[in-house]
Structures are given as C-alpha cells and as structure tokens.
C-alpha cells in the first residue's frame, strides 16, 4: 500500500545514532554502474598509499647506514648497493624519496579523477530520478510540500550526498588503509610500541561517536530550516504582486530573517560541537604521541631500538595521526551527508499514488462517453468530499457543472484524467474502467483549460504544443488562430517565437487564457474540461474567450464548471453539485421545472446583474 503522504523524513536516522548505512545502501544502485572506475580508482589509491607507507624508510636507510655508519637492510636496492658506499646509499635513498613522491602523487590525481567521475554521473543519476519522481508523485504529495524544501532536496541534499561520494568516501577509505598499513609496519619495527601508539583509538572512537550523534542532529535540525527559509523565498516570489499590494515586504523579509536566523543558530551548534571534537581529538594524539615517544627514548637508551628506526616510528606516529584526525573529520561529514541522503531517499521512497494497474493497456481513441458509477472520493485521510456520484455524459454531449464554491465540482472533473483516483465506486470512458487503461494513454485524450492557465517560460509555440509533442507549425498556427490568439501573437516582435515570461508573467489574463484554450485546440484531445477558465477576465476578453471555447468544444465530450448560470443555459446536461452529490441532474428546462435550488441561484444572479 502506498504510504501516507508526508514531508517529513521516514528514513532519517534515529535520534542517537550517528551514522546509519540505511539511506545509503538504497543509493547504491546508482554507483554500481561505476564498478570499473571504483575499482580502477581503489587500485591507484592502494598504490598511492604503498607509497606513502614507504616514505619513511629512505629516513632510516640515511640515518642508521650513511650518519651512524650501522649495517641497514635495504630490500629492493637489489645488486646496485652491492658495493654500498655512504653517497651510493644516500643516492639511492634521494632517488626512493623522490619517486616515491611522483608515483604516489600519479596515482592520487588518477584515483581522485575516477572517483569524482563516478561520484559526480551517480549524484546526478539521483538528481535526475529524484526529479522525475518528483512530477510522478501524486497532488496531494505536491499540496502537502511546500516548493522551496523540495528545491533544497533537490539542490542542497543532494550535493552533499555527493560530496560524500566523491571526497569523503575516497578519503575515508584511502586513510583507514594507510592507517592499518602503518600499524602493521609499526608492529614489524616493535610491537611494543605498536600497541602504545594503538591506545588512542578506544577514547578516539568514543569521542567521534559522542560528538557525531549531536552534529547529525543540529545538522538535521538546520537543513529543515534552510528548507523551510527556501519555502518563504520561493513563495513570496511567486506571488510578489500580492506581496508588494499589500505592503508586506518587511513582514515577509522578517519572516525570512528569523528562520534563516534558526538555520544560522542549528548550523552554529553543529560547529561548536565540531571545534570541541576536534580539540579533544588534539589532546587524545599529543597523549599517544607523548607515551611513544617516551617509551621509544627509552628504548634506544637500552639498545632495543636504534635511532633510524625511532625516527620511523615517530614519522609514521605523526602520519598516522594525520588519517586519525582525517577519518573523524570525514565521519561527521558523512554523518551530515547521511542527513542529505535520508531526505533524498525519504522523496525517493514515497510511492506515487496514481500509477497503472498491473496489465493496463494503452486506450483506444475514445468516443468520450463519460459514467461515473458510484463514485466516492476524500483527500488524503480526510473525510469523503464526493459521496456516491452517479452519471451519465453521451459522447460529444456538453455537461455543465455548478454548485457552490467548495461543493467538490473541480475534484470531480479532475478524477476524469485519473489526476485522483475514486475511493470507492469507478469512473468508465466507453463503458471501460479507466484504471484498466495506462495514464499516459488516458490523459493524452484529456484537455483542462484551467481557470488560472499555466505557461511556462519558453516560446509561444512550445506552450501551445506543451502535451502534443508532434505538433507541426502549422498545427500550432492553426490552434492559435482558433483560439483567437493569433493577431496578438502576430503583433509580438518575434511573433511565436517570443518567450513568455516566467509562468506567463508578460502577458494579460485574457491571453494567457487563449493560449491555454489554444493547447487545448492543439491537443486535438476528445474529452475536455473547462474549469472556469473566465473568472476574472473582463466583459470583452471574457466574450473573446467564450467564444473561442465554443469553437473548442465542437465534437468532444465536455464538462464544463460555470460561475455564471447564463453561459450554460444551453449545455445538454446540468450537474447541480451540493455538499459532494448530485443534488439535481437534467437540462436547463428540467432543472427550473424541478429544482427549487436551481432557480433560486437563477434569481440570484439575476439579481445581482452577472449576466454573460
Ligand atoms: P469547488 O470546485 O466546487 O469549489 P473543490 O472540488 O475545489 O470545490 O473542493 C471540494 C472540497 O474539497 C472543499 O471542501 C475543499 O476544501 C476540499 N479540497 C479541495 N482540494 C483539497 C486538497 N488538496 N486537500 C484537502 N481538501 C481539499
């Protein structure tokens, strides 16, 4: 069953818990393409960390062999140093330092590269399914979330989970290698002091984890502020003609003050934990490094040690140190991105409501009679808004809804395209459940002039062809001029080339009205809906416009919701819609001979002089 619709994080790590592998072994699937170049790229660092790991020894050979004159074992110089004078080891030791240096800084260069490739095409395989799932995911999702914080998933989670793939996983991993590579050659020089420098990592890896669990809970904290800062910006920019008419920019600057200043105060405790980690992380180190050093002198003061081989020890101390402090870093940072994953897999995870049903089939071309049998619907958990509608709409006949405002007439016209499916009860296209057939093959018989109309900021051409993806010229052309849009295209500078600003902001209402009715001529689709696509023209565009629907609904099957009774006097069929059921059903000459209700309204308007 498809969960219940939420915006807050399901899988997000439980309070307590520092690092959960969960939301990330459900991102592993988009790094397994990348195997080879992980693979590639584990080889490089290994080599890279070989190096690292002898870079010490050409020290020792120096120290104990040329300065203190003492036999050294140098394994891989081989026949070379068969005659070993001092410059011959000196040499030979140079020359290890040195390529050592350049091999190891080849191989680090390569396994970065391959691990930023993988990591950068999975993140944006993420981005990209995130998104698609985004638009898959039922309204009631999308009226539940607000646009800013899916925009911060989006953007903000997702580089982090990036960030985690491409540095920290690579560092992390590169370091615990180095880090167990120089305990084991600790413990071939003395295992004694091995097991010293080894007494660190008990109250180390405590002191992670305790400061880890608090920064991954601030950083939860200050990212669901961030969203929510995004929240406001992206709504009062889209709506900055109310913002502006009511005077309310310090009001909402304010607004978003305070919740930037909440993210501000989370992000701070995430850093102050931090600063205290690492400072005890400092002290922990100087502590290893004192009790090793102490016990390593003493050990070259009774000979067990020489002094090449303290100098090792306490380089390797200091490099070994380094992944140390590294590796903690690198945990708070994964557990930071872990709260980027959890968000991310949290979207990724709910499940679209309206999905086809196992074994749908593409509909045929639909003559477009319309039957809702029974039909019951709610939003979400709420109560029924709908209660047992029973209809029928012939094909190519014109079915006028009306009813009060919040009567449930835009709820039902929009179960016709499956944009909510019905609780109880079933809506048939052709005497054919619609759930027996796929959504995409439904929807693209199905054309909404909505009342407010959404453009999108491109051309006018790609508007009007938006859902009829095979739309030639001429049919965009021919749409427009049905829809009487074509002169005031025409009269544009670059006519249908001319991109509309962002959600149509530079046209007027009346022509962002005729470019919707013209997709909807475009769309050639056999069922239409008009969802009072008038409200809040004026009396010229609105003639303008009715007049341009009525050429539209010609030979389809429409449902049509009307503010004004005189605009569907002459519609086939009369929906009264009151308190979620059909209170009355019949044409406009039933309806005043049986439905007191009817001309009440009727008297109403008349009244109030809204007349078409
Ligand atoms: P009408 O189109 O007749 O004005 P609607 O179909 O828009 O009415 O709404 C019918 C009822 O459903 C109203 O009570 C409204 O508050 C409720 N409603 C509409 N959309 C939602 C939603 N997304 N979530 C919850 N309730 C909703």
Not at 40 to 66: E, Q
Not at 295 to 310: A, E
Not at 412 to 422: E, F, G, K, T, V
Not at 440 to 449: A, G, H, K, M, P
Request: net charge positive.
């Amino acid at each position: 069953m498809a969960r219940r619709v939420t915006t807050s994080a399901r899988s997000a790590p439980p309070p307590g818990a520092a690092f959960t592998w969960r939301p990330w072994l459900s991102l592993v699937s988009y790094v397994r393409p990348y195997r080879g170049h992980l693979a590639l790229g584990l080889a490089l660092l290994l080599v890279n960390i070989g190096m690292d790991v002898l870079k010490p020894w050409p020290l020792k050979w120096i120290f104990d062999g040329v300065l203190l004159d003492r036999p050294v074992q140098i394994p891989i110089a081989g026949p070379w140093l068969a005659h070993r004078t001092d410059m011959a080891v000196l040499g030979f030791a140079c020359a290890m330092i040195f390529t050592t240096a350049i091999v190891a800084g080849l191989c680090e260069y390569g396994a970065h590269v391959l691990f930023a490739t993988a990591g950068h095409r999975a993140v944006t395989a993420v981005r990209r399914d995130l998104f698609a799932h985004m638009q898959r995911l039922s309204l009631d999702f999308h009226k539940a979330s607000k646009s800013g914080e899916l925009l911060t998933r989006l953007v903000k989670d997702v580089t982090e989970v990036r960030n985690a793939l491409t540095d920290t996983a690579l560092e992390t991993v590169g370091e615990v290698l180095l880090l167990v590579g120089m305990l084991v050659l600790l413990w071939t020089i003395d295992p004694g002091l091995a097991v010293y420098s080894g007494l660190i990592f008990p109250p180390l890896v405590y002191c992670v984890w305790h400061y880890a669990t608090g920064i991954q809970q601030a950083t939860r904290r200050q990212r669901d502020k961030e969203s929510k800062t995004a929240s406001i910006f992206s709504e009062s920019l889209a709506a900055i003609s109310v913002v502006q008419m009511f005077s309310r920019e310090q009001q909402t600057t304010a607004r978003f003050d305070r919740e930037s200043q909440k993210s501000v105060q989370a992000d701070l405790v995430a850093t102050r934990l931090k600063g205290r980690m690492n400072r005890w992380v400092e002290v922990i180190v100087a502590a290893g490094t004192c009790l090793v050093l102490f016990h390593g002198t003493r050990g070259v003061l009774n000979g067990s040690l020489t002094p090449g081989d303290l100098i090792v020890f306490s380089t390797y101390l200091r490099a070994m140190y380094k992944p140390v402090r590294r590796i903690a870093a690198n945990i708070l940072q994964a557990s930071r991105a872990t709260v980027g994953a959890a968000r991310v897999v949290d979207i990724l995870d709910t499940q679209p409501l309206i999905v086809d049903r196992p074994g749908a089939r593409r509909a045929p071309r639909f003559a477009g009679r319309v039957t809702f049998d029974g039909v019951a619907f709610g939003y979400g958990q709420g109560s029924d808004v709908l209660h047992d509608l029973t209809f029928d709409v012939p094909a190519g006949a014109v079915a006028a809804i009306i009813g009060q405002s919040g009567a449930g007439k835009s709820t039902l016209a929009s179960m016709i395209p499956r944009l909510y499916d019905p609780r109880r009860g079933r809506i048939c296209i052709d005497g054919h459940d619609i759930r027996d057939y796929t959504v995409d093959s439904l929807r693209e018989q199905v054309s909404i002039v909505a009342q407010e109309a959404v453009l999108f900021g491109m051309s006018i051409r790609d508007n009007i062809a938006y859902g009829s993806a095979d739309a030639s010229d001429e049919r965009i052309e021919r749409a427009a001029r049905d829809a009487g849009a074509h002169e005031f295209i025409a009269r544009m500078p670059r006519g249908y080339d001319t991109v509309v600003g962002e959600r149509g902001a530079t046209l007027s209402g009346g022509e962002r009205q005729r470019l919707a009715v013209a997709r909807a001529f475009c769309r050639e689709a056999p069922l239409l809906i008009l969802d009072e696509p008038t409200t809040g023209l004026d009396a010229d565009a609105e003639a303008h416009l009715l007049a341009s629907m009525r050429r539209l609904m010609v030979g389809k099957t429409c449902f049509v919701i009307a503010h004004k009774l005189s605009t569907i006097a002459s519609a086939d069929l009369i929906l009264r819609v009151a308190d979620g059921t059909i209170s009355h059903i019949g044409t406009h000459r039933d309806l005043v001979a049986h439905d007191a209700g009817y001309r009440h309204l009727l008297a109403l308007e008349a009244s109030t002089g809204a007349t078409a």
